[in-house]
């Protein structure tokens, strides 16, 4: 019997469950380890899924000294992406990082930097990749029949939908719906044009309503990240990029994605958009339009959408195992999310300062 994979999860909160439910569905896998700074929140993880073999820890530090692993996923708040990534390559590990990669451009340099010294992989999470609309969206927009591409416009938008934990302070999250479902938003056009490099920024973040006693009574006190943000944001080969993005709004939507060619246009709508918490690109790719002339006469072209019932997660997780296998490369690799990671970056340096910024690269 061929020897299964040891995987250990670091951060035993909400998306560690999802992980968890994937790797369970592997019969090739099995999940032998877990940390959390919280006293005992790794026990009670496995114990959630009647798994006593398991061994849990109160930091990652002594799990990767402590365990044997294949590789690990990375499922804590935002601000110790970086540091635990940069641990488990240390150890000789394959990454599967939830998004965002991380919070600050000095800490996408230190995840690249300890990746390339490695010679192990770090894979981001963004599911929404797996969704065959997603894909045909990818093969539509390279496949040529737009022609040149000039412009885009993208983003999402809750009209309700702010989290509560550690998602809305800048200790923990740094960032807030920008990182949360901004990056999904920045990753479907950006993936489809084929990652170009980023050139300049220009935005606005705003916090209206997460600091608001009426509309967040609960946590307006602890609130201190964005929950709307706007950017105009200049990409190699000409383009420029509309985005925006929303946790809570007086708008049922933000808009549809589309991309202006010289050959024709396509338009991506959300799915659902009428519902209050939804509408970012997270999965959610509703009805699609190319137009384009036909003999002189504008007219369009509705593409079918393809009914599943794929497991996006699970499909996330599988092809991060299959990688490990085969040793690499990465299902999505730290060389393209370094551009999404540098355009939030730059989308919250512009707002802050309050004029356009030019995005730097670092060079590992």
């Not at 150890?91 to 600050?104: I, N, Q």
């Not at 990465?330 to 060389?335: G, H």
């Not at 939030?344 to 340096?349: A, F, M, R, V």
Request: aromatic share 10%.
């Amino acid at each position: 019997m061929e020897k299964k994979l040891r995987i250990g999860i670091i951060g035993t909160g909400g998306i560690a469950h999802a992980h968890m439910r994937a790797y369970l569905q592997l019969p090739d896998v099995e999940v032998v380890a877990g940390a959390d700074i919280v006293k005992g929140k790794a026990r009670e993880f496995f114990d959630e899924f009647d798994m006593p073999q398991a061994l849990a820890f109160d930091s990652a530090e002594e799990m990767l000294r402590s365990v044997e692993l294949d590789g690990v996923s990375i499922c804590t708040y935002n601000q110790t992406h970086a540091e635990c990534t940069v641990a488990a390559l240390e150890a000789g590990l394959d990454v599967l990082l939830e998004k965002p990669m991380c919070v600050t451009m000095d800490q996408a340099a230190e995840i690249l930097r300890a990746e390339k010294k490695s010679g192990k992989f770090v894979t981001v999470g963004f599911q929404p990749r797996y969704d065959p609309n997603s894909k045909k969206i990818k093969e539509i927009v390279s496949s040529g029949i737009l022609g040149d591409i000039y412009y885009v416009q993208t983003g999402g938008g809750r009209r309700r939908g702010i989290p509560g934990r550690t998602f809305i302070e800048k200790k923990t999250a740094g960032v807030g719906a920008l990182a949360d479902i901004g990056c999904y938003g920045l990753d479907m056009p950006l993936n489809a044009l084929g990652y170009p490099k980023p050139l300049t920024v220009s935005a606005s973040a705003f916090n209206k309503f997460g600091t608001s006693p009426e509309y967040n009574p609960q946590d307006y006190k602890r609130f201190d990240v964005d929950d709307f943000s706007v950017a105009l944001i200049r990409l190699e080969g000409g383009i420029t990029l509309d985005f925006r993005m929303s946790w809570a709004m007086h708008m049922d939507t933000t808009g549809a994605t589309f991309f202006l060619g010289d050959k024709a246009g396509f338009k991506v709508m959300p799915a659902n958009p009428e519902k209050l918490w939804g509408g970012a690109w997270d999965g959610t790719v509703g009805p699609m339009t190319i137009f384009h002339d036909s003999f002189g006469i504008p007219t369009s072209t509705p593409i079918p959408y393809i009914q599943h019932n794929v497991n996006l997660f699970l499909e996330k997780v599988k092809a991060f195992t299959e990688a490990i296998k085969t040793g690499g490369p990465a299902p999505i690799p730290t060389s393209e999310i370094i551009y999404n990671q540098a355009i939030l970056s730059g989308i919250l340096e512009s707002s802050e300062t309050g004029h356009e910024v030019e995005i730097v690269i670092p060079k590992v």
